[in-house]
């Protein structure tokens, strides 16, 4: 990860700036350099370089924001700017965000902390951050207007409190919110407890869920859209752009997940059963938590995830709303699968040469093909696996569980590599044979009933036949 001028971790050196925007505190009187990088790929995790251990987390995609200590706080700063964001490559989109990201980086600190976030504004209007499931002071809140004024352009903000309570969270704008969490403005907060042997993962990863719409060929999204969106992310990036998440065979794997986006997401996880053990509210009792494969994320909330990982192989993690596993879906589009269309394909190459007729029998030919796209535009359905094309984009990514992974490795490890005879396979049934049929009349063994004919159908005493369904 490239930060601004020099690595800045607790305790390391860094440089101060005046703040006139502060006031006269004494220890806010200067404020910390603000890391910065624009880098797509996830960083590894920041192990706490002193005090207090635990088991620090993974954003996808993304970073952990470093800190410095000042007497017994912990000094964290934010800038909101302008970004530019790489959902996959090929797909640059103009962005609003943090710290040269959006969503900004991940916040860690540690139950019981003190904590200061200095805020800087560098948008082209007012800001300010709110501390979404955090327990704050009324006027550390960030609902601009209410409980404090807005962060003016140019100015810096310092945010002070103390965490009362582990869990997981996120951070976003109350000023202006609308366009601004349209444009990306969020990020995740993770509070670890006091007590390192308590609620203790191996591996623990955290995103958080946006959608835009991104009309195809352009790069700056609809703020106005309430509903149509044509491009689900998570942590701004789309399948075959979202890191995957490695996982040692065994491993305890938690998996923290934010959104904000404006509809609900149930999250699907293939090979394994999980728990939810946390929302934004809190821990979930084991007596309350109950085994699942899909969990619903609703809108403004977080949701934690965990499970063991007990088999290995390349398991598929998405959003099971199908839509949300496409990239700049066009919504308009009129289906017309069983429908010939041959007549229409050769009118249609007279009139326009590169124009498609589609849909005849369904769009997976539409992960093959070479399509012209406009400009700054990813296939609806891309990402090829070792068996060929995988059809999906948007919210899609893998749990990859290996037996040999090191430790604390969060490398790709490639593709799995199969047991022989444990992939599905084709029968030849030239070969095997036809296979055995009902008799004709299509009636299943053990389906006669004494003193009951069903000639045409069923039919029962007292019902009126009304036609054909």
């Known amino acids: ?24 505190r004494g220890q806010a009187a200067t404020i910390p350099e603000a890391p910065t990088t624009a880098s797509p790929s996830m960083q590894p995790p920041v192990p706490p370089p002193s005090g207090q251990d635990y088991q620090p987390v993974v954003t ?10 000042n007497g017994e706080w912990k000094e964290f700063h934010l800038v909101a700017e302008p970004v530019t964001r790489e959902f996959a490559p090929g797909m640059i989109v103009t962005l609003w965000g943090y710290n040269g990201q959006a969503p900004g980086p991940t916040i860690e600190a540690v139950e019981g902390d ?19 499931g955090m327990l704050v002071p009324n006027g550390m809140d960030g609902v601009a207007g209410l409980t404090q004024p807005h962060i003016p352009v140019g100015k810096t903000f310092v945010y002070e409190f103390q965490l009362k309570k582990s869990g997981t969270f996120m951070y976003h704008p109350h000023s202006d919110e609308m366009v601004q969490m349209a444009m990306g403005m969020m990020g995740m907060v993770v509070v670890h407890p006091r007590d390192p042997a308590l609620h203790r993962a191996d591996r623990d990863f955290v995103f958080i869920m946006s959608a835009y719409d991104v009309t195809p060929g352009s790069s700056l999204p609809n703020v106005a859209e309430m509903t149509d969106f044509n491009t689900w992310t998570f942590n701004s990036r789309v399948f075959p752009g979202i890191d995957v998440m490695p996982a040692r065979l065994g491993d305890r794997v938690r998996i923290r997940m934010g959104n904000l986006t404006m509809t609900n997401h149930p999250i699907h996880l293939h090979g394994h059963d999980f728990r939810v053990t946390m929302t934004d509210g809190g821990w ?35 959003c099971h709303k199908s839509h949300h596993t496409m990239n700049a879906m066009g919504h308009k589009t009129k289906t017309f699968i069983g429908v010939p269309q041959s007549a229409l394909s050769r009118a249609l190459a007279r009139a326009a040469p590169t124009a498609m007729a589609l849909g005849t029998s369904g769009m997976a030919d539409m992960a093959e093909m070479s399509m012209p796209l406009p400009s700054n535009t990813l296939p609806m359905m891309t990402g090829t696996g070792p068996f060929g094309g995988i059809e999906m984009g948007g919210m899609f990514t893998m749990v990859k569980v290996r037996e040999d992974l090191a430790a604390g490795d969060y490398r790709d490890p490639g593709w799995y590599k199969h047991p022989p005879g444990s992939v599905a396979y084709e029968v030849n049934v030239a070969e095997a044979g036809e296979p055995a049929r009902q008799p004709s009349g299509g009636k299943s063994p053990g389906t006669e009933m004494p003193g009951m004919e069903m000639p045409g159908g069923m039919d029962i005493p007292g019902m009126k036949h009304q036609g054909h369904h």
């Open 1 to 24: 990860m490239k930060l601004s001028r020099r690595s800045f971790i607790g305790g390391s050196a860094v440089a101060f700036a005046s703040v006139a925007a502060i006031g006269g």
């Open 60 to 69: 996808l995609n993304g970073w952990t924001l470093p800190w410095r200590m």
């Open 284 to 318: 979930v009792p084991e007596t309350a938590q109950i085994p699942e494969a899909t969990t619903d994320v609703p809108v403004g909330a977080v949701r934690v995830l965990e499970f063991v990982a007990d088999a290995p192989g390349d398991w598929a993690f998405h």
């Open 114 to 132: 003190k904590i200061r976030v200095f805020v800087t504004n560098k948008l082209p209007e007012h800001t300010s951050v709110h501390w979404h």
